[in-house]
């Protein structure tokens, strides 16, 4: 299976809207086509931009 990091930005992107980044993390993230690598360096990344005001809008 394929080893992926998911970048800050997709994962933003797919959040707020349905277009590419989202059908992309959905088909095969989502329907386990590949690993997610995470460290807990990137997952504090992710936390971080997320807990961000700007996105609070984005449940």
């Known amino acids: 299976m394929l080893k992926i990091i998911i970048d ?3 994962i933003i ?3 707020i809207s349905q277009s590419y ?3 992309i993390i959905n088909d ?3 329907n386990e086509r590949v690993l997610v690598c995470l460290s807990s360096d990137i997952l ?3 936390l971080n931009v997320l ?3 700007k996105f609070q ?3």
Request: no cysteine; charged share 30%; aromatic share 24%.
């Open 51 to 53: 807990s961000r005001d």
């Open 44 to 46: 504090e990344e992710y």
């Open 28 to 30: 095969f993230v989502f």
């Open 57 to 59: 809008k984005y449940n």
């Open 8 to 10: 800050t930005n997709v």
């Open 21 to 23: 980044p989202f059908k």
């Open 13 to 15: 992107s797919a959040l």
